[in-house]
Protein backbone atom coordinates (compact mmCIF):
# COMPACT_ATOMS: atom_id res chain seq x y z
CA UNK A 1 0.00 0.00 0.00
CA UNK A 2 2.60 2.07 0.34
CA UNK A 3 3.35 2.80 -3.55
CA UNK A 4 -0.61 3.69 -3.32
CA UNK A 5 -0.34 6.24 -0.44
CA UNK A 6 1.80 8.22 -1.98
CA UNK A 7 1.22 8.46 -5.56
CA UNK A 8 -2.63 8.60 -4.69
CA UNK A 9 -2.10 11.24 -2.57
CA UNK A 10 0.42 12.89 -4.74
CA UNK A 11 -2.09 13.12 -7.90
CA UNK A 12 -5.03 13.62 -5.90
CA UNK A 13 -3.29 17.38 -4.83
CA UNK A 14 -2.50 17.67 -8.46
CA UNK A 15 -5.80 17.03 -9.06
CA UNK A 16 -7.20 19.25 -7.16
CA UNK A 17 -5.00 22.12 -8.50
CA UNK A 18 -6.19 21.34 -11.38
CA UNK A 19 -9.97 21.78 -10.46
CA UNK A 20 -9.33 24.81 -9.16
CA UNK A 21 -8.00 25.79 -13.19
CA UNK A 22 -11.26 24.01 -14.29
CA UNK A 23 -13.58 25.48 -12.23
CA UNK A 24 -12.46 28.99 -13.12
CA UNK A 25 -12.51 27.77 -16.89
CA UNK A 26 -15.41 25.97 -16.80
CA UNK A 27 -17.95 27.73 -14.41
CA UNK A 28 -16.67 31.14 -14.46
CA UNK A 29 -15.17 31.99 -18.23
CA UNK A 30 -16.67 29.62 -20.33
CA UNK A 31 -20.20 30.19 -18.90
CA UNK A 32 -19.66 34.26 -18.67
CA UNK A 33 -18.11 34.85 -22.31
CA UNK A 34 -19.84 32.06 -24.17
CA UNK A 35 -23.39 30.97 -24.98
CA UNK A 36 -24.56 28.03 -23.60
CA UNK A 37 -25.04 26.53 -26.88
CA UNK A 38 -20.74 27.03 -27.13
CA UNK A 39 -20.43 25.82 -24.04
CA UNK A 40 -22.28 22.49 -25.33
CA UNK A 41 -20.41 22.13 -28.18
CA UNK A 42 -16.78 22.78 -26.27
CA UNK A 43 -18.14 20.20 -23.75
CA UNK A 44 -19.72 17.65 -25.61
CA UNK A 45 -16.81 18.05 -28.31
CA UNK A 46 -14.44 16.18 -25.38
CA UNK A 47 -17.18 14.11 -24.55
CA UNK A 48 -17.60 12.25 -27.99
CA UNK A 49 -13.59 12.03 -28.98
CA UNK A 50 -13.59 10.00 -25.72
CA UNK A 51 -15.50 7.86 -27.30
CA UNK A 52 -13.88 7.72 -30.60
CA UNK A 53 -10.64 7.46 -28.46
CA UNK A 54 -12.22 4.48 -27.06
CA UNK A 55 -13.41 2.99 -30.40
CA UNK A 56 -9.88 3.14 -31.87
CA UNK A 57 -8.26 2.24 -29.01
CA UNK A 58 -9.48 -1.86 -29.82
CA UNK A 59 -8.72 -2.41 -25.58
CA UNK A 60 -5.27 -1.53 -26.13
CA UNK A 61 -5.31 0.69 -22.73
CA UNK A 62 -6.54 -2.21 -21.15
CA UNK A 63 -4.02 -4.37 -22.59
CA UNK A 64 -1.08 -2.79 -21.08
CA UNK A 65 -2.71 -2.67 -17.61
CA UNK A 66 -3.73 -6.18 -17.66
CA UNK A 67 -0.44 -7.76 -19.74
CA UNK A 68 2.48 -5.73 -18.92
CA UNK A 69 3.53 -7.30 -16.03
CA UNK A 70 4.02 -10.57 -18.32
CA UNK A 71 6.22 -8.59 -20.70
CA UNK A 72 7.77 -6.22 -18.22
CA UNK A 73 12.06 -6.64 -19.15
CA UNK A 74 13.74 -3.29 -19.96
CA UNK A 75 16.48 -5.29 -21.37
CA UNK A 76 14.27 -6.81 -23.81
CA UNK A 77 12.78 -4.22 -24.71
CA UNK A 78 9.94 -5.55 -23.09
CA UNK A 79 8.95 -8.37 -25.76
CA UNK A 80 8.05 -5.73 -28.24
CA UNK A 81 4.85 -5.09 -26.23
CA UNK A 82 4.68 -1.17 -26.85
CA UNK A 83 5.11 -1.46 -30.46
CA UNK A 84 1.98 -4.32 -30.74
CA UNK A 85 -0.18 -2.09 -28.51
CA UNK A 86 0.74 0.82 -30.21
CA UNK A 87 0.19 -0.98 -34.00
CA UNK A 88 -3.38 -2.23 -32.92
CA UNK A 89 -4.47 1.09 -31.99
CA UNK A 90 -3.51 2.66 -35.31
CA UNK A 91 -5.30 -0.13 -37.01
CA UNK A 92 -8.40 0.52 -34.86
CA UNK A 93 -8.21 4.61 -35.12
CA UNK A 94 -7.82 3.98 -39.08
CA UNK A 95 -11.29 1.88 -38.60
CA UNK A 96 -12.86 4.11 -36.22
CA UNK A 97 -12.16 7.34 -38.39
CA UNK A 98 -13.75 5.56 -41.92
CA UNK A 99 -16.75 4.45 -39.84
CA UNK A 100 -17.02 8.04 -38.72
CA UNK A 101 -17.13 9.45 -42.33
CA UNK A 102 -19.39 6.87 -42.88
CA UNK A 103 -21.85 8.10 -40.67
CA UNK A 104 -21.64 11.79 -41.12
CA UNK A 105 -24.92 11.51 -42.21
CA UNK A 106 -26.80 9.67 -39.01
CA UNK A 107 -24.68 12.24 -37.17
CA UNK A 108 -26.32 14.94 -38.99
CA UNK A 109 -29.76 13.66 -38.78
CA UNK A 110 -29.70 13.23 -35.19
CA UNK A 111 -27.93 16.77 -34.30
CA UNK A 112 -28.75 18.49 -37.46
CA UNK A 113 -31.91 20.79 -35.98
CA UNK A 114 -31.10 20.40 -32.07
CA UNK A 115 -27.39 21.38 -32.28
CA UNK A 116 -26.29 22.50 -35.81
CA UNK A 117 -22.96 23.73 -34.42
CA UNK A 118 -22.05 20.30 -33.35
CA UNK A 119 -22.14 19.17 -36.75
CA UNK A 120 -20.68 22.17 -38.31
CA UNK A 121 -17.15 21.55 -36.11
CA UNK A 122 -17.48 17.52 -36.49
CA UNK A 123 -14.33 16.93 -38.12
CA UNK A 124 -12.51 19.16 -35.17
CA UNK A 125 -13.15 15.59 -33.24
CA UNK A 126 -10.94 13.02 -35.80
CA UNK A 127 -7.62 14.90 -34.06
CA UNK A 128 -9.32 15.56 -30.78
CA UNK A 129 -9.54 11.62 -31.05
CA UNK A 130 -6.23 10.45 -32.18
CA UNK A 131 -4.91 12.48 -29.57
CA UNK A 132 -6.82 11.37 -26.84
CA UNK A 133 -6.07 7.40 -28.21
CA UNK A 134 -2.46 8.75 -27.59
CA UNK A 135 -3.03 10.23 -24.42
CA UNK A 136 -4.46 7.12 -22.89
CA UNK A 137 -2.08 4.43 -24.45
CA UNK A 138 1.20 6.21 -22.76
CA UNK A 139 -0.46 7.03 -19.72
CA UNK A 140 -1.16 3.54 -19.06
CA UNK A 141 2.16 2.42 -20.13
CA UNK A 142 3.86 5.16 -17.63
CA UNK A 143 1.31 4.44 -15.13
CA UNK A 144 2.74 0.37 -15.56
CA UNK A 145 6.09 1.72 -14.88
CA UNK A 146 4.96 3.65 -11.99
CA UNK A 147 5.38 6.97 -13.20
CA UNK A 148 1.74 8.47 -12.21
CA UNK A 149 2.79 12.13 -11.52
CA UNK A 150 3.68 13.13 -14.88
CA UNK A 151 0.76 11.75 -16.71
CA UNK A 152 -1.35 13.68 -14.03
CA UNK A 153 0.19 17.08 -14.24
CA UNK A 154 0.02 17.07 -18.35
CA UNK A 155 -3.68 16.30 -18.11
CA UNK A 156 -5.09 17.85 -14.76
CA UNK A 157 -2.63 21.46 -14.67
CA UNK A 158 -1.08 21.54 -18.58
CA UNK A 159 -4.32 21.22 -20.11
CA UNK A 160 -5.98 23.08 -18.08
CA UNK A 161 -3.68 26.16 -18.21
CA UNK A 162 -3.58 25.69 -22.24
CA UNK A 163 -7.54 25.85 -22.02
CA UNK A 164 -7.01 29.12 -19.96
CA UNK A 165 -5.27 30.36 -23.12
CA UNK A 166 -7.94 29.50 -25.24
CA UNK A 167 -10.83 30.71 -23.79
CA UNK A 168 -8.60 33.98 -22.56
CA UNK A 169 -7.83 34.90 -26.09
CA UNK A 170 -11.66 34.52 -26.80
CA UNK A 171 -12.52 36.66 -23.92
CA UNK A 172 -10.12 39.22 -25.15
CA UNK A 173 -11.20 39.11 -28.52
CA UNK A 174 -7.67 38.71 -30.02
CA UNK A 175 -9.35 35.80 -31.87
CA UNK A 176 -12.93 34.46 -33.18
CA UNK A 177 -15.16 31.59 -32.22
CA UNK A 178 -13.79 29.68 -35.26
CA UNK A 179 -10.17 30.54 -33.83
CA UNK A 180 -11.04 29.42 -30.31
CA UNK A 181 -12.07 26.03 -31.79
CA UNK A 182 -9.22 25.42 -33.04
CA UNK A 183 -6.88 26.43 -30.56
CA UNK A 184 -9.48 24.62 -27.76
CA UNK A 185 -8.42 21.41 -30.14
CA UNK A 186 -4.87 22.00 -30.32
CA UNK A 187 -5.23 22.26 -26.67
CA UNK A 188 -6.26 18.93 -25.75
CA UNK A 189 -3.89 17.70 -28.39
CA UNK A 190 -0.09 18.85 -26.95
CA UNK A 191 -0.65 16.37 -23.68
CA UNK A 192 -0.01 13.57 -26.51
CA UNK A 193 2.72 15.39 -27.40
CA UNK A 194 3.86 15.81 -23.98
CA UNK A 195 4.03 12.24 -22.68
CA UNK A 196 5.16 10.40 -25.94
CA UNK A 197 8.15 13.10 -25.66
CA UNK A 198 8.68 12.32 -22.33
CA UNK A 199 8.67 8.55 -22.91
CA UNK A 200 11.06 8.68 -25.43
CA UNK A 201 13.59 11.37 -23.48
CA UNK A 202 13.51 8.62 -20.67
CA UNK A 203 14.14 5.90 -23.02
CA UNK A 204 11.38 4.06 -22.64
CA UNK A 205 9.89 4.86 -26.36
CA UNK A 206 10.76 0.95 -27.92
CA UNK A 207 8.90 0.82 -31.06
CA UNK A 208 11.16 -1.28 -33.02
CA UNK A 209 8.73 -3.40 -35.06
CA UNK A 210 9.60 -6.70 -32.92
CA UNK A 211 7.24 -9.91 -32.94
CA UNK A 212 9.07 -11.89 -30.02
CA UNK A 213 7.91 -15.53 -29.27
CA UNK A 214 5.98 -14.25 -25.74
CA UNK A 215 4.15 -12.01 -28.39
CA UNK A 216 3.06 -14.44 -30.67
CA UNK A 217 2.19 -16.81 -27.50
CA UNK A 218 0.09 -14.03 -25.99
CA UNK A 219 -0.96 -12.52 -29.12
CA UNK A 220 -3.97 -14.29 -29.40
CA UNK A 221 -5.28 -14.16 -25.90
CA UNK A 222 -4.54 -10.01 -25.93
CA UNK A 223 -6.26 -9.45 -28.74
CA UNK A 224 -9.34 -11.23 -27.35
CA UNK A 225 -9.06 -9.82 -24.07
CA UNK A 226 -8.71 -6.30 -26.19
CA UNK A 227 -12.13 -6.44 -28.46
CA UNK A 228 -13.88 -7.46 -24.85
CA UNK A 229 -12.56 -4.06 -23.09
CA UNK A 230 -13.17 -2.35 -26.37
CA UNK A 231 -16.82 -3.22 -25.89
CA UNK A 232 -16.82 -3.09 -22.12
CA UNK A 233 -15.19 0.37 -22.31
CA UNK A 234 -17.05 1.86 -25.65
CA UNK A 235 -20.30 0.74 -23.18
CA UNK A 236 -19.15 2.56 -20.13
CA UNK A 237 -18.03 5.93 -21.83
CA UNK A 238 -21.83 5.57 -23.36
CA UNK A 239 -23.14 4.57 -19.87
CA UNK A 240 -21.68 7.88 -18.74
CA UNK A 241 -22.00 10.27 -21.83
CA UNK A 242 -25.47 8.87 -23.06
CA UNK A 243 -27.09 11.71 -20.84
CA UNK A 244 -25.64 14.58 -22.24
CA UNK A 245 -25.64 13.53 -25.63
CA UNK A 246 -29.12 13.34 -25.53
CA UNK A 247 -30.17 16.05 -23.82
CA UNK A 248 -28.31 17.74 -26.77
CA UNK A 249 -30.08 15.31 -29.60
CA UNK A 250 -33.71 15.73 -28.01
CA UNK A 251 -33.73 19.15 -26.52
CA UNK A 252 -31.20 21.32 -27.85
CA UNK A 253 -27.18 22.44 -27.43
CA UNK A 254 -27.64 25.23 -24.96
CA UNK A 255 -29.86 22.74 -22.61
CA UNK A 256 -26.51 20.35 -22.70
CA UNK A 257 -24.12 23.19 -22.23
CA UNK A 258 -25.84 23.79 -18.47
CA UNK A 259 -26.14 20.00 -18.20
CA UNK A 260 -22.63 19.51 -19.16
CA UNK A 261 -21.83 22.55 -16.48
CA UNK A 262 -23.27 20.66 -13.75
CA UNK A 263 -22.18 17.24 -14.75
CA UNK A 264 -18.03 18.82 -14.54
CA UNK A 265 -19.26 20.37 -11.16
CA UNK A 266 -19.73 17.39 -9.41
CA UNK A 267 -16.55 15.73 -11.36
CA UNK A 268 -14.52 17.28 -8.74
CA UNK A 269 -16.13 14.65 -6.21
CA UNK A 270 -14.23 12.11 -8.44
CA UNK A 271 -10.61 13.17 -7.83
CA UNK A 272 -9.47 10.87 -5.08
CA UNK A 273 -11.70 8.06 -7.30
CA UNK A 274 -9.55 8.69 -9.55
CA UNK A 275 -6.48 8.82 -8.13
CA UNK A 276 -6.82 5.69 -6.40
CA UNK A 277 -7.91 3.74 -9.24
CA UNK A 278 -5.05 5.08 -11.65
CA UNK A 279 -2.48 3.84 -8.79
CA UNK A 280 -4.49 0.58 -7.77
CA UNK A 281 -5.09 -0.67 -11.17
CA UNK A 282 -1.67 -2.27 -11.96
CA UNK A 283 -1.25 -3.45 -7.93
CA UNK A 284 -4.57 -5.33 -8.67
CA UNK A 285 -3.89 -7.03 -12.03
CA UNK A 286 -0.20 -7.91 -10.09
CA UNK A 287 -2.72 -9.88 -7.35
CA UNK A 288 -4.68 -11.66 -10.08
CA UNK A 289 -1.48 -13.60 -11.30
CA UNK A 290 -0.25 -14.66 -7.99
CA UNK A 291 -4.10 -15.11 -6.48
CA UNK A 292 -3.54 -12.02 -3.59
CA UNK A 293 -7.04 -12.11 -2.55
CA UNK A 294 -6.31 -10.67 1.08
CA UNK A 295 -4.16 -7.75 0.05
CA UNK A 296 -6.79 -7.22 -2.74
CA UNK A 297 -9.63 -6.87 -0.65
CA UNK A 298 -7.61 -4.40 1.64
CA UNK A 299 -6.92 -2.03 -1.24
CA UNK A 300 -10.84 -2.80 -1.87
CA UNK A 301 -12.14 -1.07 1.13
CA UNK A 302 -9.51 1.39 1.98
CA UNK A 303 -10.10 2.64 -1.44
CA UNK A 304 -13.84 2.71 -0.39
CA UNK A 305 -13.37 4.20 2.88
CA UNK A 306 -11.03 7.30 1.54
CA UNK A 307 -12.97 7.68 -1.32
CA UNK A 308 -16.58 7.96 0.49
CA UNK A 309 -14.87 10.32 3.23
CA UNK A 310 -13.49 12.82 0.67
CA UNK A 311 -16.13 12.14 -2.18
CA UNK A 312 -18.70 13.03 0.86
CA UNK A 313 -17.43 15.90 1.93
CA UNK A 314 -16.58 17.85 -1.43
CA UNK A 315 -20.43 16.83 -2.24
CA UNK A 316 -21.57 18.83 0.46
CA UNK A 317 -18.98 22.02 0.26
CA UNK A 318 -20.70 22.34 -3.50
CA UNK A 319 -24.07 21.43 -2.11
CA UNK A 320 -23.99 24.16 0.46
CA UNK A 321 -22.13 26.64 -1.81
CA UNK A 322 -24.36 26.64 -4.50
CA UNK A 323 -25.97 29.78 -4.25
CA UNK A 324 -22.18 31.58 -4.55
CA UNK A 325 -21.02 29.75 -7.39
CA UNK A 326 -24.16 30.32 -9.27
CA UNK A 327 -23.51 34.46 -7.71
CA UNK A 328 -20.16 33.99 -10.31
CA UNK A 329 -22.69 32.56 -13.90
CA UNK A 330 -25.23 34.02 -15.59
CA UNK A 331 -28.47 33.73 -14.69
CA UNK A 332 -29.63 30.77 -16.65
CA UNK A 333 -27.27 28.47 -14.63
CA UNK A 334 -29.32 28.61 -11.58
CA UNK A 335 -31.75 26.07 -12.67
CA UNK A 336 -28.90 23.51 -12.59
CA UNK A 337 -29.24 23.03 -8.60
CA UNK A 338 -31.42 19.57 -8.39
CA UNK A 339 -29.75 18.18 -11.75
CA UNK A 340 -26.40 18.68 -9.99
CA UNK A 341 -28.40 17.00 -6.42
CA UNK A 342 -28.94 13.87 -8.62
CA UNK A 343 -25.65 13.50 -10.57
CA UNK A 344 -23.84 14.63 -7.15
CA UNK A 345 -25.68 11.43 -5.52
CA UNK A 346 -25.30 8.61 -8.45
CA UNK A 347 -21.46 9.73 -7.90
CA UNK A 348 -21.19 9.26 -4.47
CA UNK A 349 -22.69 6.23 -4.86
CA UNK A 350 -19.94 5.32 -7.63
CA UNK A 351 -17.36 6.33 -5.25
CA UNK A 352 -18.22 4.24 -2.46
CA UNK A 353 -18.45 1.19 -4.84
CA UNK A 354 -14.58 1.58 -4.78
CA UNK A 355 -12.41 -0.61 -7.06
CA UNK A 356 -15.11 -3.16 -8.48
CA UNK A 357 -14.43 -2.35 -11.73
CA UNK A 358 -10.92 -2.47 -12.01
CA UNK A 359 -10.98 -5.82 -10.15
CA UNK A 360 -13.78 -7.49 -12.54
CA UNK A 361 -11.98 -6.10 -15.77
CA UNK A 362 -8.62 -7.78 -14.62
CA UNK A 363 -10.38 -10.84 -13.25
CA UNK A 364 -10.89 -14.20 -15.52
CA UNK A 365 -14.19 -12.77 -15.63
CA UNK A 366 -14.16 -9.84 -17.25
CA UNK A 367 -16.48 -10.86 -20.22
CA UNK A 368 -18.98 -10.71 -17.35
CA UNK A 369 -18.82 -6.42 -16.78
CA UNK A 370 -19.35 -6.56 -20.62
CA UNK A 371 -22.57 -8.07 -20.37
CA UNK A 372 -23.57 -5.83 -16.98
CA UNK A 373 -21.92 -2.48 -19.05
CA UNK A 374 -24.34 -3.18 -22.43
CA UNK A 375 -27.71 -4.14 -19.62
CA UNK A 376 -26.94 -0.80 -18.14
CA UNK A 377 -26.31 1.16 -21.49
CA UNK A 378 -29.17 -0.18 -22.20
CA UNK A 379 -31.00 0.65 -19.27
CA UNK A 380 -29.51 4.48 -19.77
CA UNK A 381 -31.42 4.94 -22.99
CA UNK A 382 -34.75 3.67 -21.78
CA UNK A 383 -34.53 5.83 -18.88
CA UNK A 384 -33.44 8.92 -20.21
CA UNK A 385 -36.03 8.55 -23.75
CA UNK A 386 -38.75 8.15 -20.39
CA UNK A 387 -37.69 11.08 -18.13
CA UNK A 388 -36.31 13.63 -20.24
CA UNK A 389 -39.70 14.41 -21.67
CA UNK A 390 -41.01 14.36 -18.51
CA UNK A 391 -38.65 16.50 -17.11
CA UNK A 392 -36.50 17.67 -19.21
CA UNK A 393 -32.34 17.82 -18.12
CA UNK A 394 -33.99 16.81 -14.55
CA UNK A 395 -35.18 13.21 -16.07
CA UNK A 396 -31.70 13.20 -17.69
CA UNK A 397 -29.99 13.60 -14.37
CA UNK A 398 -32.84 11.51 -12.57
CA UNK A 399 -31.77 8.58 -15.07
CA UNK A 400 -28.27 8.88 -14.88
CA UNK A 401 -28.32 8.40 -11.54
CA UNK A 402 -30.74 5.78 -11.09
CA UNK A 403 -28.13 3.96 -13.82
CA UNK A 404 -25.49 4.31 -11.76
CA UNK A 405 -26.93 2.73 -8.33
CA UNK A 406 -28.45 -0.03 -10.39
CA UNK A 407 -24.94 -0.86 -12.54
CA UNK A 408 -22.79 -0.69 -8.93
CA UNK A 409 -25.23 -2.84 -7.18
CA UNK A 410 -24.96 -5.60 -9.84
CA UNK A 411 -20.77 -5.81 -9.75
CA UNK A 412 -20.84 -5.32 -6.11
CA UNK A 413 -22.68 -8.52 -5.90
CA UNK A 414 -21.27 -9.91 -8.20
CA UNK A 415 -18.08 -10.21 -7.01
CA UNK A 416 -18.82 -11.04 -3.67
CA UNK A 417 -20.24 -13.79 -5.29
CA UNK A 418 -17.33 -15.42 -7.19
CA UNK A 419 -14.42 -14.10 -5.88
CA UNK A 420 -15.69 -13.99 -1.56
CA UNK A 421 -14.61 -9.95 -1.26
CA UNK A 422 -16.44 -6.64 -0.81
CA UNK A 423 -15.19 -3.11 0.18
CA UNK A 424 -17.39 -2.14 2.98
CA UNK A 425 -17.42 -2.16 6.79
CA UNK A 426 -19.99 -1.57 9.11
CA UNK A 427 -18.75 2.32 10.58
CA UNK A 428 -18.98 3.23 6.95
CA UNK A 429 -22.89 3.20 6.99
CA UNK A 430 -22.73 6.73 8.79
CA UNK A 431 -21.58 8.75 6.27
CA UNK A 432 -24.87 9.32 3.71
CA UNK A 433 -26.58 9.66 7.42
CA UNK A 434 -24.23 12.04 8.03
CA UNK A 435 -24.15 13.99 4.64
CA UNK A 436 -28.43 13.67 5.03
CA UNK A 437 -27.89 15.76 8.56
CA UNK A 438 -25.81 17.88 7.04
CA UNK A 439 -27.56 18.99 4.61
CA UNK A 440 -30.70 19.84 6.75
CA UNK A 441 -28.53 21.38 8.88
CA UNK A 442 -26.75 23.72 5.81
CA UNK A 443 -30.20 25.75 5.65
CA UNK A 444 -29.96 26.93 9.32
CA UNK A 445 -26.38 28.50 8.15
CA UNK A 446 -26.51 32.48 8.31
CA UNK A 447 -25.42 34.40 5.89
CA UNK A 448 -21.75 35.93 5.52
CA UNK A 449 -22.03 39.66 5.13
CA UNK A 450 -20.57 39.00 1.87
CA UNK A 451 -19.84 36.27 -0.73
CA UNK A 452 -16.89 35.59 0.03
CA UNK A 453 -17.41 35.54 3.75
CA UNK A 454 -20.49 33.28 3.35
CA UNK A 455 -18.39 30.58 1.38
CA UNK A 456 -15.75 30.68 4.01
CA UNK A 457 -18.29 30.18 7.18
CA UNK A 458 -20.06 27.58 4.80
CA UNK A 459 -17.57 25.54 4.07
CA UNK A 460 -15.52 25.83 7.42
CA UNK A 461 -18.97 25.07 9.59
CA UNK A 462 -19.73 22.30 6.77
CA UNK A 463 -16.30 20.69 7.14
CA UNK A 464 -15.93 20.51 10.75
CA UNK A 465 -19.42 19.16 10.77
CA UNK A 466 -18.77 16.07 8.83
CA UNK A 467 -14.99 15.63 9.64
CA UNK A 468 -15.15 15.16 13.15
CA UNK A 469 -17.58 13.06 13.38
CA UNK A 470 -15.59 10.67 10.92
CA UNK A 471 -12.52 11.17 12.64
CA UNK A 472 -13.84 10.01 15.66
CA UNK A 473 -15.82 7.15 14.45
CA UNK A 474 -12.75 5.83 12.46
CA UNK A 475 -14.23 5.72 8.97
CA UNK A 476 -11.07 5.97 7.24
CA UNK A 477 -8.30 4.59 9.33
CA UNK A 478 -5.46 5.50 6.43
CA UNK A 479 -6.89 9.29 6.19
CA UNK A 480 -7.07 8.66 10.26
CA UNK A 481 -2.97 7.89 9.95
CA UNK A 482 -1.91 10.67 7.20
CA UNK A 483 -3.47 13.22 9.43
CA UNK A 484 -1.84 12.26 12.38
CA UNK A 485 1.47 11.66 10.50
CA UNK A 486 0.90 15.39 9.38
CA UNK A 487 0.18 16.88 12.70
CA UNK A 488 3.58 15.20 14.13
CA UNK A 489 5.52 17.11 11.21
CA UNK A 490 4.16 19.99 11.83
CA UNK A 491 4.63 19.73 15.55
CA UNK A 492 8.29 18.80 14.98
CA UNK A 493 9.12 21.63 12.71
CA UNK A 494 8.02 23.93 15.13
CA UNK A 495 9.54 22.71 18.04
CA UNK A 496 12.70 22.70 16.28
Given at each position: MG???R??????LI??A??V????????????FL?????GL?N??????L???????L???N?I?????????P??Q??G???GV?A?????????T?LF??????F???Y??SSP??????L?L???G?A?????????Y?R??Y???I???????????????SI?LF????I?????V???V?A??L????L????????W??V?????P??????KI???Y???SL?N??????L???????V?????????????T???M???M???Y?S???????L??????T?????????YR?????????????????W???D???Y????E?????Y?????G??K?FD??????A???T?S???????Y????M???????NLLF?PL??????A????L?LV?F?????????V??????F???QL?????????????????M??NIFT?LA???????V???W?V???????D?N??V????V??M?Y???
Amino acid sequence: MGIVQRDSFRISLIAYAGAVIGYLNKLFLFTNFLTTEQVGLANLMITISLIYAQVGALGSRNIILRFFPFFNDPKNQHHGFLFGVMALSLAGFTLATLLFLIFQRPFVMLYGDSSPLLVDYALYLIPLGLATLFFNLFESYLRCLYRNVIPSVTHEVVLRLLVTVSISLFALGVISFPGFVAVYVIAYCLPAVILIGYTAAKGWLQVQPAWPPLLRRLGKIMLVYGLYSLLNNLSTFLLISVDSLMVAGMIDLGVAGGYTTMIFMTSVMLIPYRSMVKVSAPLIAAYWKTRAMGHMEEVYRKATAGNLVVGGLLFLLLWVNLDAIFYFMPDEYQAGRYIFLLLGIGKLFDMGAGLNATILTTSKKYRYDLYFTLGMVGFAIVANLLFIPLWGAEGAAFASMLTLVLFNLVRLIFIYVHFGIQPFEKRQLWVPGLIVVIMAASWQIGMGPNIFTDLALRSLITAVLFLWPVWVLGISKDLNLLVRRHVVRIMNYFRQ
